[in-house]
């Protein structure tokens, strides 16, 4: 389920008890002649749905909550509009959007409810929310997206979780948020080669490879152009198309791709990285969207790339969702049990500190991706800036044991009390987004300093820090920031390497309180 939620002004009266008063009726198989969207009569189409419901004009009409019932099957259409209202699109079952090719899987002696599915049209949702569409005082527009129930048991034909085939787009310059509740949705998109020097046919429906293991489907012919589908291993391909030779593995035709970009709707010009964006957000001056995802999966999620001011795009929380491309908000706040499958990319470190007791933050209980799982064929690289992204041991573990890396600055912080070790041997500046992290100093080659980050009252609390003298004689220094302290005493704290003797600290932990650091362990 996707909920976006534009920020505005809340009105007095604006609850559930609105939710069920507006209902409008869709049946995909329903005749269109005369259709008003009611029970008897639905709209065939989820547009004609949405085109009914009046823009508001007062602050009192966007109190109204519109429900659009979807009965379950395919709708081939895209869903546009731009009007500042509390929508919901409700499936009495799964429900995609776009046309949907559905085979059996060739599996012998196994059971038979087993269905390769694929797109064959790239359909999208675009909302645009701009300040001049919504009134003066109204309440918060929103969009759900959701099925009432959905099935894990593939049927031929029949939708068993909702599908978009292309992205979801949302534009505007007031501040918004996206939520995907409760699950059963999966995005798809699709990109589009631009070919050269063709030798045979591309028809609808044949698998095209590229050197590296690249996997696609043709889901369109037009002119020099194919669109191409590629979703997740096993069933609906790997890899990432470059500007190479592809071969059509069941015509045998082949191509020199010259150009790719996303599928319709798209705004990003992107290489096909999974095929395009699943989740675009365009937000520009002054705007913000909160971003949460229950039980879903996107090929890839893209935000702009910040590093202070606006716009933003946050992922404020995830559950059980699965990035099976490049995932690319301004930066997460809390992920728990979800899956990444490509690379991340964002542009500030996660709030570790600083956030209200009562929101948690960081990732937890949740998988990154080794060249063997991953669609671009190498381990998670996670690019960003100091205290990207903060780890439980169990996530950790996986990012460790699948060779994932880090690079453009981008550092882990450690959750709870999990630590993580750096080993240095020269003089090195810490951090708040290491917070948590053991240093291990080797002062072998000679003495050396390690400086504690600047604190900043009340901003900086309960930062943490091990440091240990784990070479020779030599000693290592731990500096404060200007003007502050290590336990109300300014300058630094030596740290020789005598096992044993207290007098001389090979060890110290240390914990941040206003602009002091106070001593809590000492070895």
């Not at 959701?146 to 310059?173: C, D, F, H, Q, Y």
């Not at 795009?313 to 690319?328: P, V």
Request: hydrophobic letters at 45%; a neutral charge; charged letters at 10%.
């Amino acid at each position: 389920m996707v909920q976006a939620i534009w920020y505005g002004n809340p009105a007095a009266g604006n609850g559930a008890a609105n939710l069920m008063k507006n209902l409008i009726w869709v049946d995909g198989g329903a005749d269109a002649t005369g259709a008003n969207g009611s029970f008897a009569l639905p709209f065939k189409t989820i547009q004609a749905a949405i085109d009914s419901i009046p823009a508001p004009v007062t602050a009192a009409d966007t109190n109204k909550e519109w429900t659009v019932v979807i009965s379950p099957t395919d709708y081939d259409e895209d869903l546009i509009y731009s009007k500042a209202i509390r929508l919901s699109l409700v499936g009495l079952g799964p429900w995609r959007l776009g046309d949907y090719s559905v085979t059996l899987k060739n599996l012998g002696a196994a059971p038979v409810n087993s269905y390769n599915v694929a797109p064959r049209t790239v359909r999208n949702i675009v909302w645009t929310v701009d300040a001049a569409s919504l009134p003066a005082g109204g309440a918060v527009p929103q969009l759900n997206i959701m099925a009432l129930e959905a099935s894990s048991i593939p049927v031929a034909g029949t939708p068993s979780i909702i599908r978009i085939s292309g992205s979801i787009t949302i534009k505007g310059t007031v501040a918004s948020q996206v939520q995907p509740w409760y699950g059963s949705l999966q995005v798809d998109a699709a990109g589009v080669l631009t070919l050269a020097a063709v030798v045979g046919v591309f028809s609808v429906g044949d698998v095209v490879t590229q050197a590296g293991g690249v996997l696609g489907f043709v889901t369109a012919v037009s002119g020099s152009t194919i669109t191409v589908y590629q979703g997740s291993p096993p069933d609906n391909g790997k890899g990432t198309f470059t500007l190479a030779a592809i071969t059509d593995t069941t015509s045998g035709a082949t191509a020199t791709v010259t150009a790719i970009t996303s599928g319709a709707g798209g705004p990003f010009p992107v290489t096909i990285h999974n095929m395009g964006v699943s989740l675009n957000y365009l937000g520009v001056t002054a705007a913000q969207m909160l971003d949460y995802h229950w039980m879903c999966r996107f090929k890839s999620i893209r935000g702009p790339q910040t590093g202070a001011g606006f716009p933003v795009y946050q992922i404020a929380a995830a559950f059980i969702t699965r990035y099976d491309g490049l995932f690319s908000p301004t930066f997460p706040v809390l992920m728990t049990d979800c899956a990444f499958n490509d690379d991340i990319t964002t542009a500030r470190a996660m709030p570790v500190a600083g956030v209200g007791a009562n929101r948690p933050v960081g990732i937890k209980d949740s998988f990154f991706g080794g060249a063997a799982q991953t669609n671009s064929g190498h381990a998670t690289i996670v690019t960003s800036v100091a205290g990207a992204i903060a780890l439980d041991g169990f996530s950790r573990s996986y990012f460790t044991r699948n060779a994932c890396t880090l690079v453009g600055g981008a550092t882990l912080v450690m959750l709870e009390d999990e630590t993580l070790t750096l080993a240095v041997v020269g003089a090195t500046i810490l951090t708040a987004g290491q917070s948590g992290l053991t240093v291990l100093g080797d002062p072998t080659a000679g003495t050396f300093a390690v400086t504690l980050p600047t604190l900043t009252a009340g901003a900086t609390d309960n930062l943490s820090f091990t440091i240990k003298n784990s070479g020779t004689a030599n000693a290592v220094s731990v500096t404060p920031g200007a003007g502050q302290t290590i336990d109300g005493v300014a300058g630094v704290f030596a740290l020789t390497f005598a096992p044993g003797a207290f007098a001389t600290p090979t060890a110290i932990k240390l914990v941040a309180k206003g602009t002091n650091w106070s001593i809590v362990a000492i070895a």
